[in-house]
């Protein structure tokens, strides 16, 4: 495809895809509204402020040729694995996951899961079809995602580095890897489970025995996990009504502005205001996956493929975490939840998405491996 002008651009814009951002971002404006009792402050404004810069930033991506991002898609790499060392350096032996840049503070390890997506894209894109599927190509691709699993291990966050195993193993897997050395790899780690479970710190060791039992700890650990399906429960069909949650008006409802906002939501509109924002997100990922499997080149693909994985794994351990189905982890949900980091990797993420569909009938040539 020849280089389009910028106005052809603005207007291949995929406007259905920006819209679901939108509509995302106001949701979760009235969902911190409430979360504050009826105040646009502290976080229903910010929330907002931070949603129309994610846009701009968002279409500011998107009008960035596809060839370019494939260009330099091993630059975010190594300015992750930077940043997560800075983190190491300066927590001096302390759980720190913030880094503090003066302006603004971020989370290197959300950040750092675009850049797994972009690298091990831009790896496989440069491997001949034949080659599609060899075992030592996915040892590569781990290889080059192990410093920054291992940096976001060491913070500690077990969570966020599950999810970043989990999105190289989906990489992997859609770049052709054989079915039964997935099987293998994961019979491997469910051997290893006792190792894992010795070396891992107290309070993560009580998250997993509390979610399996809340009754051990009902007053301590166990108790936002109580609190939340107590509240999802009292919803009903249609809620409580806005505004008239009383778990989160009456502060039982811990980090309502946060990791449990979903609670909120199904509180004040039920089991039907939850559905609908469950398809809502069900709509955007498959939206997203058409744009992928429209991709005419392997770097496309992967990487939209690799960002509607991303997307489902958020919304998946949210709403497994808020139910009782999973345990309790830093896990927001994307663009309603309070959240600067996970907000800025969202639009990011989908400013390549919308690049993507621009150029999605360009072709990206095989050069060098790496």
Request: aromatic share 12%.
């Amino acid at each position: 495809m020849k280089n389009l002008s910028l106005f052809n651009k603005l207007l291949k814009i995929d406007w259905v895809l920006v819209f679901f951002l939108v509509l995302l971002v106001s949701i979760g404006c009235l969902s911190l509204y409430s979360a504050a009792d009826g105040n646009w402050s502290p976080w229903a404004s910010r929330h907002f402020q931070r949603g129309i810069i994610g846009i701009i930033i968002a279409l500011i991506i998107a009008l960035i040729d596809i060839k370019i991002i494939y260009k330099f898609a091993w630059l975010p790499l190594f300015g992750s694995v930077a940043l997560l060392s800075l983190l190491y350096i300066t927590s001096d032996g302390s759980v720190n996951r913030w880094l503090n840049l003066g302006a603004i503070k971020i989370q290197p390890s959300e950040l750092a899961k675009i850049s797994i997506i972009l690298a091990l894209a831009r790896f496989f894109h440069n491997i001949q079809i034949r080659d599609y599927g060899k075992i030592s190509y996915s040892i590569i691709a781990i290889i080059i995602s192990l410093p920054i699993i291992i940096l976001t291990l060491v913070q500690p966050d077990l969570g966020t580095a599950i999810m970043q195993i989990l999105l190289v193993g989906a990489l992997v897997f859609l770049a052709g890897l054989r079915v039964w050395f997935l099987i293998l790899s994961l019979g491997i780690f469910i051997a290893s489970l006792p190792i894992i479970w010795i070396n891992l710190h107290d309070y993560q060791k009580q998250r997993i025995l509390t979610h399996l039992d809340p009754s051990l700890d009902s007053l301590g650990a166990g108790y936002h996990i109580n609190q939340s399906k107590i509240a999802l429960g009292s919803g009903g069909l249609f809620g409580k009504g806005f505004l008239k949650g009383s778990q989160s008006n009456l502060d039982f409802l811990p980090e309502k502005q946060t990791d449990f906002i979903f609670t909120m939501i199904g509180e004040e509109f039920g089991l039907a205001g939850g559905l609908f924002v469950l398809m809502i997100f069900v709509l955007l990922i498959l939206y997203t996956y058409i744009i992928a499997f429209l991709q005419s080149s392997q770097f496309g693909r992967l990487v939209c493929s690799g960002i509607v994985f991303m997307l489902f794994s958020y919304v998946f351990v949210n709403i497994g975490m808020v139910s009782g189905m999973l345990p309790v982890v830093g896990a927001p949900l994307p663009l309603i939840s309070y959240g600067g980091s996970s907000m800025l990797t969202i639009f990011i993420s989908f400013g390549i998405v919308l690049s993507a569909s621009i150029h999605r009938f360009d072709k990206l040539e095989i050069r060098e491996r790496f």
